[in-house]
């Protein structure tokens, strides 16, 4: 226009949207696309991985009841599981059912809530669309499921920590060796959980679909992981099934711990092989997240 000064026109080209890439979120989110990637700015190592896990951490300090789901569900069922075996006898050379069972359980229960909350809240960030506007930025499939799967394993540690405390500090769970070693590998498992929820979720359009992934991936890992009867005790076929099953190494290194005051080859080399199966879960996660929200 005539009336338009040099001024004017030095205001409207200094208002020119930036170039930074992001993305519209729903009301209530945090905007993960937004705050992740700067198309303008130089790399950043890890900024898109840090960017994530704080999102994910952020979301889950919010969610009261998915807290409470992850450090008091756990504690409370070794707490019945205490009370379940309080009346049994035991003489002073046998091992206490409680203390049997108790420090496999330690290794089960972290697995099964966090392979459910994990396959849940991962497959609502499917069908909300936000996985689908992060792809739209350059992150990598790694770094988001590695952002995914840092933030809930930090949830998964807690929930460790807090069920080995009540159940070494108050119902008085025996072991030869250090409850230390028993929190690791039950953080460890829990981390398998995160892992395998994760890529379970890829094949879940719904979150009942996530759910029933339940009885399919982790049912038949508790009937054969040694237990309910030793592993060696099984029909030959069965247990070569059990040879191939991630918590069948979790639980054997859980009775390296009840039996031995100090740490053991085979403990270490089953903590392997469970941190092992973590990372191939976590790995074919990536291989079908184009897939599933293209």
């Known amino acids: 226009m005539s009336g338009s000064s040099p001024g004017d026109a030095g205001k409207r080209r200094r208002t020119v949207p930036s170039t930074t890439s992001r993305?519209?979120?729903?009301?209530?989110?945090?905007?993960?696309a937004a705050h992740i990637v700067d198309r303008g700015a130089g790399p950043r190592p890890f900024a898109a991985y840090t960017a994530t896990t704080t999102r994910i951490l952020r979301q889950l300090r919010n969610d009261h009841r998915t807290?409470?789901?992850?450090?008091v569900v756990p504690a409370l069922l070794m707490a019945l599981l205490y009370f379940i075996y309080q009346d049994v006898p035991a003489t002073p050379q046998q091992v206490s059912l409680f203390d049997r069972v108790g420090i496999s359980m330690l290794g089960i229960l972290p697995f099964i809530v966090m392979f459910l909350i994990t396959a849940i809240?991962?497959?609502?960030?499917?069908?909300?669309?936000?996985?689908?506007?992060?792809?739209?930025?350059?992150?990598?499939?790694?770094?988001?499921?590695?952002?995914?799967?840092?933030a809930f394993s930090v949830a998964a540690a807690a929930q460790a920590a807090v069920a080995c405390l009540v159940s070494f500090g108050l119902l008085g769970l025996n072991a030869a060796g250090n409850p230390g070693w028993v929190v690791l590998i039950a953080m460890i498992d829990?981390?398998?959980?995160?892992?395998?929820?994760?890529?379970?979720s890829a094949f879940a359009r719904t979150e009942f679909q996530a759910v029933q992934f339940m009885p399919v991936v982790a049912a038949p890992q508790i009937f054969l992981c040694g237990l309910l009867v030793?592993?060696?005790?099984?029909?030959?076929?069965?247990?070569?099934?059990s040879n191939v099953l991630p918590l069948s190494y979790a639980v054997d290194a859980l009775h390296e711990v009840?039996?031995?005051?100090?740490?053991?080859?085979?403990?270490?080399?089953d903590l392997a092989i469970v941190a092992g199966f973590a990372a191939v879960a976590l790995c074919l996660g990536a291989a079908t997240?184009?897939?599933?929200?293209v």
């Not at 993305?23 to 993960?32: E, I, L, V």
């Not at 807290?67 to 450090?71: R, S, T």
């Not at 909300?128 to 792809?135: D, I, K, N, V």
């Not at 009840?258 to 270490?268: A, E």
């Open 121 to 150: 809240a991962m497959q609502r960030e499917r069908s909300s669309g936000t996985l689908e506007r992060l792809l739209t930025t350059p992150l990598s499939k790694l770094d988001l499921l590695g952002g995914y799967g840092t």
């Open 289 to 293: 997240l184009r897939r599933r929200t």
């Open 258 to 269: 009840s039996v031995h005051s100090q740490p053991t080859g085979l403990m270490w080399r």
């Open 190 to 200: 829990a981390v398998l959980g995160v892992a395998l929820g994760l890529l379970c």
């Open 67 to 71: 807290i409470a789901m992850i450090l």
């Open 23 to 32: 993305t519209d979120t729903a009301p209530g989110h945090p905007g993960p």
């Open 230 to 241: 030793p592993r060696e005790q099984l029909p030959g076929w069965l247990e070569a099934i």
